[in-house]
């Protein structure tokens, strides 16, 4: 008997469930989202497909302790299936019709120890772009009253400093940049503590240490890397994993004409930018001559700083899915 397919729309409080009977009975149910494991957990073992959005994950893991197999689509993917306007019921018949077709990409289930590492660096990183936002807004402030300094998290402690004691700043402004500078200072020491989090696991993290032996990818890379790929071998090749990373160039290739244009900036954002950023540090050291490196001069020396930055983050991709998936350690060229 084959195994019954079944499309899940989930959101915040209601789900949308569609499925065929074996009698072409087109069956679509609503149900509250206190029931729907209490649904599944009546019927035999079959095949879900949902849109890997908010929360999926946990749906997903908590299908498949019920013995289904629930296999997460990219939402971009699923939209091509939806036949009419956007609704819950289209969605969950277009996830029925997405997870049957063979060529369709499916999206790993994370565990809940993947989700916390990753909640680490998505926290860390929304409070460095809050402290970013009340560093502005201070240096905003400050400017119109005349109090200016140069760029830096440096000079920003200089005009901190000067909140309580400049004669400049008017009394019923004191007590308002207070509040700022106070809140940057709390947003430090949160940052800090989430940095010596990563810290740690990145040492204790086996796959990481031997990740951190690249040049371009530090502690938070690493941690990020292992976090987001935990079966690298579901990528066919290193190049498959560079362009789920947006590494690659996008295409819009037709009449046997190729054209190639830009990186296609798909897939993880936040990998993409770890891993530019590291790029971006070791291609500065070669330029300013503080490390020998033949290919990044060479480089260097026919193409633009930034595209010189973004071929070594391609590069440290694929060397970061041969150490993943095959195990090894890191041999740098000589």
């Given at each position: 008997m084959a195994m019954m397919t079944i499309g899940l729309d989930i959101s915040k409080s209601w789900f949308q469930i569609h499925w065929?009977?074996?009698?072409?009975?087109?069956v679509r149910k609503k149900l509250a989202r206190g029931k729907v494991l209490d649904f599944f957990?009546?019927?035999p073992s079959c095949l879900v497909g949902l849109?890997?959005?908010g929360s999926a994950h946990h749906w997903a893991r908590e299908l498949m302790k019920l013995g289904h197999k629930a296999r997460l689509m990219p939402a971009r993917y699923v939209r091509a299936y939806v036949k009419t306007n956007k609704h819950d019921a289209a969605d969950a018949e277009a996830c029925w019709e997405a997870v049957q077709r063979p060529g369709m990409r499916f999206v790993p289930?994370?565990?809940v120890e993947q989700q916390g590492i990753l909640m680490l660096h998505r926290t860390r990183d929304l409070l460095i772009r809050q402290r970013t936002g009340a560093i502005n807004a201070l240096r905003g402030h400050l400017g119109e009253l005349g109090i200016v300094t140069g760029k830096g998290?440096?000079?920003a402690r200089e005009l901190m400093a000067l909140v309580d004691v400049d004669e400049r700043i008017p009394q019923s402004a004191r007590s308002a940049l207070s509040i700022l500078v106070d809140q940057i200072e709390d947003l430090e020491l949160h940052i800090e503590s989430y940095e010596k989090m990563i810290l740690a696991t990145a040492k204790d993290n086996e796959v990481c240490r031997r990740l951190m032996?690249?040049?371009?990818?530090g502690p938070f890379a690493a941690t990020a890397l292992v976090a987001s790929v935990d079966h690298p071998q579901q990528f066919a090749s290193a190049r498959h994993f560079a362009?789920?990373?947006?590494?690659?160039?996008?295409?819009?290739?037709?009449g046997g004409k190729e054209r190639l244009g830009g990186i296609s900036k798909r897939g993880d954002g936040y990998i993409r930018k770890l891993l530019i950023h590291g790029a971006r540090a070791a291609v500065h050291r070669v330029r300013i001559h503080q490390v020998p490196n033949t290919w990044i001069r060479e480089l260097l020396d026919r193409r633009p700083f930034n595209v010189v930055t973004v071929a070594l983050a391609h590069k440290t991709a694929r060397i970061a899915?041969?150490?993943?998936?095959?195990?090894?350690?890191?041999?740098?060229q000589v």
């Open positions: 065929i009977t074996a009698d072409g009975e087109i957990s009546r019927l849109e890997a959005c289930v994370k565990t998290k440096a000079n032996k690249v040049a371009g990818i362009a789920w990373l947006g590494l690659v160039p996008k295409q819009h290739s037709t899915w041969a150490i993943m998936a095959n195990g090894e350690e890191y041999r740098p």
